[in-house]
């Protein structure tokens, strides 16, 4: 048996909900994470800091972040919330919400100015006094200081930024109009001052097992070569997703194997499995035995991407909890209670139940 803990990361607020055609109001995305955050999850991707015109379903990440900070959701222990983003504009925005709700916006002392900002003359501020604040004179543009937040914990929870990228040219003009250099030269400034500000990063590495517009053979030493460069930029954890559900046994296994021979360690690696073609919790099983710990899902097998047609949900988190606990692994997670929300969520939006294990437990 598995006596192993694995972390389930919830994607189904984010990843779950982006695609879906129909508006679903702010309050039942507030109420998904509510619900989310009693099932003993560790952690959940509660939203994104997208572009609206690109990603309209996200628009109300704002208010799912400000309900989160001035109302805490109860849950059995800390919680990790993590936010997607795309650019630094994401982050500007996001750091916006974090530090103006639920508290004073500026009932913390401002940090000090970076040893390595080097953009302007001295910064008008005293070590005597903690409060001080660039004086508007000295002549530091404001657009060149590094984005900040007071910190990553809220009423004893914690925050985390996302962040994406794709293995193939295609896919990552399609899904975020750059290329794939452009991504990596977009993420240095935006990880460096996530870090800064004690926000740890995850990194996700799309279609890293098949390509809408590609195929399904995505060069393996390609996402590997990638999670290097993004581990040395600081990256916390990669996040390695098969987008399109193409992903097999075999191809699973050798892009591990590949992971491992560049030197990533599976303790940084998180598998992302769309289910679309019926794959993900065989791939989970090849995943287990080379050893990750830690796995994306979505409640009810909510889910797909809008920039990648045809795929479907994420692997249903009741179908992962249910296959996770038969192996002996612990996951926290109340099997039950997770089933009422996947059949309570699709419900709300007019789509069946997408966990099988979801619907076997709510008929039992
Ligand atoms: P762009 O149009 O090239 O952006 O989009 P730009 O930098 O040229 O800016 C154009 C305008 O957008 C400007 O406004 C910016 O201020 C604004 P204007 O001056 O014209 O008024 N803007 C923003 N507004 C709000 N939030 C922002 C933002 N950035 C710029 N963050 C961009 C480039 C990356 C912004 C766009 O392509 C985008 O938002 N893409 C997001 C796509 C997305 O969310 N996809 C789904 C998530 S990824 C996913 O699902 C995969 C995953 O699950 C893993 C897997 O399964 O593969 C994670
Ligand atoms: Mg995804």
């Not at 794939?180 to 590495?205: C, H, N, T």
């Not at 990669?238 to 987008?243: E, G, L, N, Y």
């Not at 047609?309 to 002996?328: K, M």
Request: proline share 7%; glycine share 10%.
């Amino acid at each position: 048996a598995l006596a192993d803990h694995v972390r389930i990361v919830e994607v189904g607020p984010r990843d779950g909900l982006q695609n879906e055609k129909s508006s679903i109001s702010a309050e039942t995305k507030i109420e998904l994470v509510r619900r989310l955050a009693g099932t003993g999850l560790e952690t959940i991707e509660a939203g994104s800091f997208v572009h609206p015109k690109w990603v309209p379903q996200m628009a109300a990440s704002d208010r799912i972040l400000s309900s989160i900070l001035s109302s805490p959701p109860s849950s059995p222990h800390p919680i990790t919330y993590q936010w997607l983003l795309p650019n630094v504009k994401g982050l500007d925005n996001y750091f916006k919400v974090m530090d103006n709700a639920g508290s004073a916006p500026h009932d913390y002392p401002t940090p000090p100015p970076s040893p390595t900002h080097d953009s302007g003359p001295a910064l008008n501020t005293s070590s005597s006094d903690p409060n001080a604040v660039p004086s508007s004179t000295s002549g530091v543009d404001s657009m060149a200081q590094p984005r900040q937040s007071a910190s990553n914990e809220r009423n004893g929870h914690k925050h985390e930024v996302s962040i994406f990228l794709a293995a193939t040219e295609s896919f990552s003009k399609k899904n975020t109009n750059c290329t794939i250099q452009e991504s990596l030269d977009r993420f240095a400034p935006l990880m460096a001052d996530s870090r800064k500000a004690g926000y740890p990063v995850r990194a996700y590495i799309s279609v890293a097992l098949g390509c809408p517009f590609e195929g399904p053979d995505t060069d393996p030493h390609k996402v590997a070569d990638l999670a290097v460069k993004l581990m040395e930029m600081g990256a916390d954890e990669i996040s390695v997703a098969d987008t399109t559900g193409m992903g097999t046994a075999p191809a699973t296994r050798k892009l591990l194997q590949t992971l491992r021979d560049a030197g990533v360690r599976n303790e940084d690696i998180a598998m992302h499995f769309h289910d679309t073609f019926g794959q993900a919790l065989i791939n989970t099983m090849i995943s287990l035995d080379h050893g990750i710990r830690t796995f994306d899902s979505a409640v009810g097998g909510l889910g797909g991407c809008p920039y990648s047609p045809g795929a479907t949900g994420n692997v249903a988190t009741e179908d992962l909890v249910y296959t996770l606990h038969s192996l002996g692994a612990k996951t926290g997670v109340d099997l039950e209670e997770m089933s009422r929300i996947g059949d309570w969520i699709t419900g709300e939006i007019g789509k069946g139940n997408g966990s099988s294990a979801g619907r076997a437990t709510m008929s039992r």
